[in-house]
């Protein structure tokens, strides 16, 4: 990656941060006034558009954490944005974040008693969904990257992805075996943007078309080809019909060089053949 590429490919991310830093510090300063302005509430409450977005960071996270989340960010969003361009990964941010937050909201508003919350903001809805989706994306699409883990123990970056795939799927199973239909699908839709990306997270797209061009040519091989190969063959079949037809004699050498004494006589494989000839 090239310093222009680079410098190119950060807008989104570098907005991103910026959000991150700025809630962060809004959460520990002022939490209230957070809560007002930036937080999902029940009912939507003090509702204002842009909580659909900042919803994603209202946990509160302490400091060492936040700096774990922002290096996530920071690492994979620049690589995904270089490699995807700065639209099509801000789409695949919107769809991470904006379906999560506009159902919740929903759920929360028209469903009464739902189990979203047991206080005034919706904070059971676990905002790991973006962090989780930028594991995964980056991952698959950099399966031999090795990082490491803690900063010490050397791992490939697909088996963390590996690891929140499961993890996911247990957080998903777990609300559905708990009846809670509502959080379930709320989770699911966290990963909106994985399951719109999969041909290219998970080179689905590149293996189909690798498959689709192989069993064409399995199934319908080229036909000029398939023609020169039948007339060849029928060629090769009116010559071995047409051929001489010889006896053994043919094979056998002149009897004026045959000598029953001679020792290339004796181990010949023809020698039989050639001393019943001369006795006849």
């Keep these: 990656m090239n310093r222009h590429e680079r410098q190119q490919g950060l807008p989104v991310t570098s907005a991103l941060i910026f ?3 700025l809630t962060f510090i809004l959460q520990k300063t002022n939490p209230q006034m957070f809560t007002k302005f930036f937080a999902l ?3 939507l409450a003090n509702f204002y558009p842009w909580q659909f977005i900042t919803y994603i960071f209202m946990e509160n996270p302490s400091s060492f954490i936040f700096f774990f989340k922002a290096l996530i960010v920071f690492t994979f969003s620049a690589s995904l944005e270089n490699q995807w361009s700065s639209p099509k990964f801000l ?3 919107a769809l991470t974040i904006l379906p999560k937050g506009i159902i919740a909201a929903a759920f929360a508003f028209f469903v009464s008693g739902s189990l979203l919350l047991s206080s005034e903001t919706i904070l059971n809805v676990n905002p790991n969904s973006l962090f989780l989706s930028l594991m995964i994306a980056y991952g698959f699409l950099h399966r031999d990257e090795v990082i490491y883990l803690f900063f010490i123990i050397p791992i490939k970056i697909w088996i963390l992805s590996v690891f929140s795939i499961i993890w996911v799927a247990i957080e998903i199973v777990i609300e559905l075996f708990s009846l809670h239909i509502i959080l379930a699908i709320i989770q699911l839709s966290g990963y909106l943007g994985i399951m719109i990306f999969s041909k290219q997270i ?4 590149r293996t189909n078309r690798k498959y689709r061009m192989f069993k064409k040519r399995m199934i319908k091989p080229d036909k000029t080809a398939l023609e020169e190969t039948q007339k ?5 079949i009116e010559t071995t019909k047409n051929a001489p037809k010889t006896s053994y004699e043919s094979q056998l050498c002149d009897p004026i060089d045959f000598d029953e004494q001679d020792s290339y006589c004796i181990h010949c494989d023809n020698f039989k053949r050639c001393l019943e000839r001369t006795h006849s």
């Design 19 to 21: 959000l991150m830093i």
């Design 232 to 236: 060849v063959l029928e060629e090769i």
């Design 202 to 205: 998970f080179h689905l797209a």
């Design 41 to 43: 509430e029940k009912g």
């Design 91 to 93: 789409l695949f941010l």
